[in-house]
């Protein structure tokens, strides 16, 4: 009887929790548009293939990079005027300074006329007018050098976005087809991480206990991996299960399903 209870818990201590699971990219990305426009390129061909720094999708930018260079030129003009009146400003403060000095001395002397006073007044204030109008139009120039400048990082960025990269990512699906127009929030593509795997299995709540310490065999073979990741309340979709993640090395083709076994130590 006693051989027989021994090997009862023998039993019960070698049992293991068997799951199925499909073994899927470490993440897919549902790709958005970020801009508005007619889509010009895809490259259909690298559906399935991981992608280089060249654009999969393209969406139509001609417009984008005329205004970007009038942008360029403007740019180039705004500054060079720029420069042109700060010379002038250093010159009229000069000549200012100088009218300003003078009319002190004029207003001084009792042998001047108030007419002849009135004149080196005027001419003063003329000068310290220009002075302050040159200074005026360096500050609006500089505005608008300022607007300018957030419009060309605007295109930047629209021409940015409507030239879809993604290095290193597997491209999943193609949404869209050349000469669609497409708007903000328009889904163009997936793109997969396949860097690693993953698996998601659903446990009993029995099976919830020291979940992260058990040893994980995948198709019978005892591995190094762990559960990842467990969520403590019960899935929406699968009731009364807990949704928990093994993240395990990239396989050489995805997709297919492996039996999960967790077991103690």
């Not at 010159?91 to 009319?103: F, H």
């Not at 993240?247 to 399903?257: C, E, G, Q, R, Y």
Request: charged fraction near 30%.
């Amino acid at each position: 009887m006693k051989f027989f209870l021994i090997l009862f818990f023998s039993v019960i201590g070698v049992f293991a929790s068997e799951y199925y699971a499909k073994v899927n990219p470490y993440e897919i990305r549902d790709i958005s548009s970020n801009v508005s426009g007619q889509v010009t390129f895809i490259d259909e061909d690298k559906i399935g293939f991981k992608l280089s720094s060249k654009p999969y999708l393209q969406i139509d930018s001609v417009l984008d990079y005329k205004e970007l260079k009038s942008i360029k030129e403007k740019l180039n003009y705004l500054r060079y005027t720029v420069k042109v009146n700060d010379k002038i400003l250093n010159n009229l403060r000069s000549s200012t300074e100088k009218k300003r000095a003078n009319y002190k001395r004029v207003a001084a002397l009792k042998i001047k006329s108030q007419i002849e006073k009135d004149k080196e007044y005027y001419d003063m204030v003329i000068s310290e007018n220009s002075l302050l109008n040159t200074d005026k139009e360096i500050q609006n120039l500089k505005v608008q050098i300022t607007d300018l400048k957030l419009r060309q990082a605007q295109l930047r960025r629209s021409v940015y976005y409507k030239n879809l990269k993604a290095e290193g990512y597997v491209l999943y699906e193609l949404l869209v087809k050349p000469g669609q127009v497409v708007n903000i929030a328009t889904p163009l593509a997936k793109v997969a991480d396949v860097s690693r795997a993953k698996l998601v299995i659903y446990l009993n709540e029995s099976d919830l206990a020291d979940v992260e310490k058990k040893v994980v065999y995948l198709d019978g073979i005892k591995t190094l991996y762990k559960v990842t990741r467990v969520s403590h309340i019960a899935d929406s979709k699968n009731i009364s299960k807990y949704m928990a993640q093994i993240i395990i090395n990239a396989p050489t083709v995805f997709s297919k399903l492996v039996k999960i076994e967790l077991k103690d130590e």
